[in-house]
Nanobody, 126 residues
Framework: QAQLVESGGGSVQSGGSLRLSCAAS????????MAWFRQAPGKEREGVAS???????IYSDSVKGRFTISQDNAKNTLYLQMNSLKPEDTAMYYC????????????????????WGQGTQVTVSS
């Protein structure tokens, strides 16, 4: 499985922006899903966004239009650009990945992902 390391979290005010990065190693699958999940204290883990080997993306309704997931394959790095941040975006953000079959689509379902980063905290104040 892949080793994933997130960075880029921090504290911002409402309306601000952050760019999260996830550096991957030991990951060279031809078909895959990489995703960002988040979890706030007392709340369930939530899938934020995913991208596959073809650049196809999925976003949760709560972040659609504000967040953008992207990848730099040459750098083996996944990104999450977060704009127009809201206090409800406050959470620990995790990078995740799994190998999939080429004919499948990604899903924002935590149990599918078998590689996880350590998380990076995002705090948005009002």
């Amino acid at each position: 499985q892949a080793q994933l390391v997130e960075s880029g979290g921090g504290s911002v005010q409402s309306g601000g922006s952050l760019r999260l990065s996830c550096a991957a190693s030991g990951f060279s699958y031809s078909s895959y899903c990489m995703a960002w999940f988040r979890q706030a204290p007392g709340k369930e883990r939530e899938g934020v966004a995913s991208v596959d080997e073809n650049g196809r993306t999925i976003y949760s309704d709560s972040v659609k239009g504000r967040f953008t997931i992207s990848q730099d394959n040459a750098k083996n790095t996944l990104y999450l650009q977060m704009n127009s941040l809201k206090p409800e975006d406050t959470a620990m953000y995790y990078c995740a990945a799994f190998r999939k079959s080429w004919w499948n689509s990604c899903r924002l379902s935590g149990p599918l992902y078998n590689s996880w980063g350590q998380g990076t905290q995002v705090t948005v104040s009002s």
